[in-house]
């Protein structure tokens, strides 16, 4: 080894990248959206194929590889069955509430797939199987946050 | 499928943090170990895949800042922006499709970014991003829903933190070689239930490389050829909710589609050896049931029953594992370094006496969204 590499101080450079984008929701995501900002509505759909219903909704169904096609909406929920859940631990920036707060898997009524949300209340008494209903915020914006978490349903 | 080889392999040591070495310096060590592994020269090199992700490294088309590094000057490059064990299946690609000999070097400094906001990015935008999901929150989902459908207990998942970090002692490269037991696990710090600390792999450094030859060019190499036997990815859905997170579809058909290249009927009796993606404890038993080696269901017994410690009937993880080292994209190519290894005759203390078939696996995507696995052997 070179003499020099002992006694070498390393340097670190910080840094960080904000990018700054505008993502198209889509038109199946934006119908979506729209209804839970003005309606308090959770939209699906429904493959005319498999009749799979989907939530979100989605503009093509991934296993089939076919069309949905624009009559086969269907309201959803609010209520739902938990069918996977965690309670995390641990604080960073980006989540929406301070720990511990749950996320749980919802297979929301009228619904074929999950439907990944947050739980902020009653996490001791979280289990799969406990039913829970949407709760929407008073001022919404078209966002998946418009819906401020699930709470628990009284057995 | 035409006989393809492994002919060189090289890894740095996997740290928490490499603060003198910069990606640079990192792919440029595993390239010339690589190549003095397989006796070649760049000469002998015609075409080169690097294996990076423009997060990870902060910096956009990150592949084209170490070509020069990874012996690609002059040559064909071209890049992989996923885990290794894929760079890897196109690398064999590239040789089936009548390069003779093709490097595969990949990167990753999990030190340097910050592994939430950057696991958070992987998740869709619209729906899934601004719940502030990252790998270790999703990958809890999907231990809860595997745990509480089958009774895995979170003791069964300990026993393989217990033997992976055990396992690492027995390797230079591994960051984590520890001696823990059951109730160090389980009285870890809390992080995402059923998650634990321990449950968890930690954050890493490091760099990996292999060499892939066809029949010819492997008669060139100084090692005895490990040769490539089967080989096959599959992807599930991107959304969680449109998975059965306790069913790994996706590696049962990559399991089936390799085992049938490999002309392998009954992996549980003529596999020797298994190098899978464990970034979390609970992944381990539930790749081996994706994997076929048990019934659906039963993995929580088999770890229990020490099948798959080192010495037992089919030794998992000898190297230690993800658990023991996670550098991000590198980790499911140093799978197949180790398996090549074991093969070879040469992984000193963790080796599996006459291991002649072996099994490496790497995963993509949220909670195992996509898997690769590698059928590897002496003969």
Redesign the interface.
């Known amino acids: 080894m070179a003499a020099w590499l002992q006694d070498?101080e390393?340097l670190?450079l910080k840094?960080q990248?904000n990018v700054p984008?505008t993502?198209s929701?889509g038109e199946v995501?934006s119908r979506f959206?729209v209804a839970l900002r003005d309606e308090e509505k959770i939209l699906g759909n429904r493959c005319p194929s498999c009749n799979t219903v989907?939530?979100?909704p989605r503009k093509n169904c991934?296993?089939c590889f076919k069309d949905i096609d624009d009559n086969q909406w269907a309201e959803l929920g609010p209520e739902g069955v938990v069918?996977?859940?965690?309670?995390?631990?641990?604080d960073?920036?980006?989540?929406?509430?301070k720990a511990p707060f749950a996320?749980?898997?919802i297979k929301l009524d009228g619904a074929d797939?999950?439907?990944?949300?947050?739980i902020r209340q009653g996490l001791e008494k979280l289990r799969?199987g406990v039913r829970v209903k949407a709760l929407f915020k008073e001022e919404r914006t078209g966002?998946?946050?418009d819906i401020d978490s699930f709470v628990l349903l009284e057995a | 499928m035409e006989k393809i080889a492994i002919v060189g392999v090289a890894q740095t040591k996997y740290e928490r943090r490499k603060k003198g070495e910069i990606f640079y310096d990192m792919v440029y060590e595993v390239t010339t170990k690589a190549m003095e592994d397989a006796g070649y020269t760049l000469d002998d090199i015609d075409n080169v895949i690097t294996v990076s992700n423009d997060f990870w490294d902060g910096r956009t088309i990150s592949c084209m800042a170490v070509q020069e590094v990874a012996g690609a000057h002059d040559k064909n490059v071209s890049t992989v922006e996923g885990d290794g064990a894929f760079g890897a299946f196109y690398g064999a690609m590239r040789v089936l499709g009548g390069f003779k000999t093709t490097l595969v070097v990949t990167h990753s400094k999990g030190s340097e970014g910050d592994s939430k906001v950057i696991t958070n990015a992987m998740f869709d935008p619209v729906y899934h991003r601004a719940l502030g999901l990252d790998a270790i929150s999703s990958s809890a989902l999907q231990a809860q829903a595997y745990m509480e459908k089958y009774g895995i207990t979170e003791e069964q998942c300990a026993m393989v933190s217990v033997k992976n970090h055990g396992n690492a002692k027995n390797n230079p490269c591994a960051q984590l070689p520890m001696n823990i037991t059951v109730e160090d696990v389980m009285r870890s710090r809390k992080i995402a239930d059923p998650l634990k600390l321990l449950d968890c792999s930690p954050v890493s450094d490091g760099a990996a490389a292999i060499i892939i030859a066809d029949k010819d060019s492997a008669k060139k190499a100084r090692n005895t050829p490990v040769w490539i036997k089967g080989i096959a990815h599959c992807s599930d859905a991107y959304f969680l909710g449109d998975r059965d997170l306790a069913d790994p579809r996706a590696l049962k058909d990559a399991a089936a589609r390799a085992y049938a290249m490999a002309g392998i009927t009954r992996p549980r009796d003529e596999i020797d050896v298994v190098e899978l993606y464990d970034a979390f404890s609970y992944m381990e038993p539930l790749w081996l049931e994706g994997m076929g080696f048990c019934n659906q269901g039963d993995g929580g017994r088999m770890i229990e029953k020490g099948i798959s410690v080192k010495g037992g009937s089919l030794p998992v993880n000898p190297s230690g594992g993800v658990l023991s080292a996670h550098p991000v994209l590198t980790a499911g190519l140093a799978r197949i370094i180790e398996s090549t290894l074991q093969l070879r005759g040469e992984a000193d203390e963790r080796q599996v006496p006459g291991a002649r078939t072996a099994l490496a696996h790497g995963i993509n995507g949220p909670c195992g969204q996509s898997h690769c696995v590698w059928i590897l052997g002496r003969e």
Do not use: K
Not at chain 1, 92 to 97: S, T, V
Not at chain 1, 113 to 118: D, E, I, K, N, P
């Open positions: 070498v390393d670190t840094g990248i984008y993502w929701v995501g959206l989907y939530v979100p991934g296993s069918t996977a859940f965690t309670i995390v631990r641990y960073y920036p980006l989540q929406p509430a996320y749980a898997i797939v999950g439907f990944v949300h947050l799969n966002h998946i946050l």
